[in-house]
């Protein structure tokens, strides 16, 4: 098991591009979540899903989109790429069951420049 | 609303306790979690206590938990370097499909 993969590692756009952060899981849990890491600041929701084709705002949803058409997939998409955006991106899955807390993609480091 | 407060750094020394504090605002919290970060890694769940008990136990670690004044400690036992990392504490309540993380703190250990 993969548990959660993300991709890219690494990406640096230019502001006004578009780019699409993949975020694939192979342990069949409904619930999907995108974070965003800045420096000191902790992590802060920005979009969640509880299954396939529903998803939910978070705390920071302004300047992206996500969909949710497999129970693996829970892609995160950045339309006109703005240096705010420049953070750290993990995906993490849960089965529902709070107690067992989330698991964590290795992140994607975004840079916008 | 909810809230989650941590200190940002801690330093201690090699084989010493480390203590690292939280606290949070939401009084209908059912599970707390402690967190740990590497550098370039995600995030890797530690341990977590029920919001019924007030002490957990697992090897090194030892989380205490007071409701009333909704604090939670993390405390690590003969710290190594190893233990070199990013700690987050978190929080959930049953209702909710979300957890609710703090700043973490960033444990760093001298020799």
């Known amino acids: 098991n993969a548990g959660v993969t993300q991709t890219p590692k690494f990406r640096i756009l230019k502001i006004g591009q578009s780019m699409t952060l993949q975020c694939t899981q192979d342990m069949n849990h409904n619930y999907m979540y995108w974070y965003r890491q800045d420096p000191g600041m902790g992590l802060k929701l920005i979009y969640y899903?509880?299954?396939?084709?529903?998803?939910d705002k978070g705390e920071v949803p302004n300047g992206y989109n996500v969909s949710r058409s497999t129970t693996e997939d829970f892609p995160l998409r950045l339309e006109l790429a703005a240096p705010s955006q420049t953070s750290v991106y993990f995906c993490a899955i849960s089965r529902g069951d709070i107690a067992g807390g989330y698991t964590f993609g290795s992140g994607t480091r975004l840079t916008v420049v | 609303g909810e809230d989650v407060e941590q200190s940002l750094f801690l330093s201690v020394r090699e084989g010493d306790s480390s203590v690292i504090n939280c606290t949070y605002t939401d009084s209908s919290s059912t599970y707390l979690y402690w967190y740990k970060q590497e550098p370039g890694a995600g995030l890797q769940l530690l341990t977590y206590?029920?919001?019924?008990?007030d002490m957990k136990q697992d090897q090194r670690l030892t989380v205490l938990l007071n409701k009333k004044d909704k604090h939670l400690s993390l405390r690590i036992a003969d710290t190594q370097t190893g233990d070199s990392a990013i700690y987050f504490c978190?929080?959930?309540?049953?209702?909710?499909?979300?957890?609710?993380f703090g700043s973490g703190t960033r444990l760093s250990i001298r020799p």
């Open positions: 206590i029920f919001s019924n008990m």
């Open positions: 899903s509880v299954g396939a084709g529903i998803t």
């Open positions: 978190a929080e959930s309540h049953s209702s909710a499909s979300k957890i609710i």
